[in-house]
């Protein structure tokens, strides 16, 4: 697959060609699904807790003899059934993650890829080298190309200028190489790949 290559100021650069191992795939959703899933299962923070009974503040005073009220055998208010006592079985702190095979975050990647690229979203930029950190210029220069919602990924690092003037552009994510995933990928409307991103990502998922 072959691309055109731009600029930041939107002049070109030539062209590119694409690996269609990872560019050229027909997108599937329920591989997608599967990697989105496991990224947001991974990230949940699972800090949820309620008290037992054993945690509750009440007395562990027995609250009423045990024989001759006509009611219920109790020990103490702290049981589940009653206002204000233990939860029974409720949520405790634990991790919310599950394993994926590699293959299948490799293959979620190419797929996520080949989507943007499919849809006409996915645009090859020269690099992101700049010689100073002025949010204002880079700003005008994403207002000329038309991205709202973007992702920028580069080599194996980002450039440090860039990343200081992109820092406060609302809907522009800047990411190395190795933190390209599925779900940033997804959720943006334009994917922008760097020439050396392009060689780094198709390094890695060769």
């Known amino acids: 697959m072959k691309l055109d290559v731009i600029k930041l100021d939107a002049g070109s650069a030539g062209s590119v060609d694409l690996d269609d191992e990872i560019f050229g795939l027909e997108p599937r959703a329920d591989i997608l699904h599967r990697v989105v899933r496991w990224q947001r299962n991974k990230a949940q923070a699972g800090t949820h ?15 009423y003899r045990q024989k001759g009220t006509g009611g219920a055998r109790h020990g103490d208010r702290n049981a589940p059934i009653f206002r204000k006592g233990g939860i029974y079985k409720g949520p405790t702190p634990r991790s919310h993650a599950h394993d994926l095979p590699k293959k299948i975050r490799k ?11 499919a849809s006409g979203n996915l645009v090859v930029l020269d690099n992101i080298d700049l010689a100073e950190a002025k949010t204002s210029v880079l700003a005008r220069q994403v207002k000329e190309l038309g991205w709202k919602r973007v992702l920028i990924i580069d080599g194996s690092e980002v450039n440090e200028s860039f990343s200081k003037a992109a ?19 997804l959720k943006r409307d334009t994917l922008v790949i760097t020439k050396a991103g392009v060689e780094a990502l198709e390094a890695r998922l060769k």
């Open 167 to 185: 820092a406060n552009i609302k809907g522009l994510d800047v990411l190395p190489s190795m933190g390209a995933n599925v779900m940033d990928i």
């Open 107 to 117: 293959l979620g990647l190419k797929h996520a890829l080949s989507s943007k690229a």
């Open 49 to 63: 807790k309620v008290k037992t009974r054993s945690e509750t503040s009440y007395s562990t005073k027995k609250i």
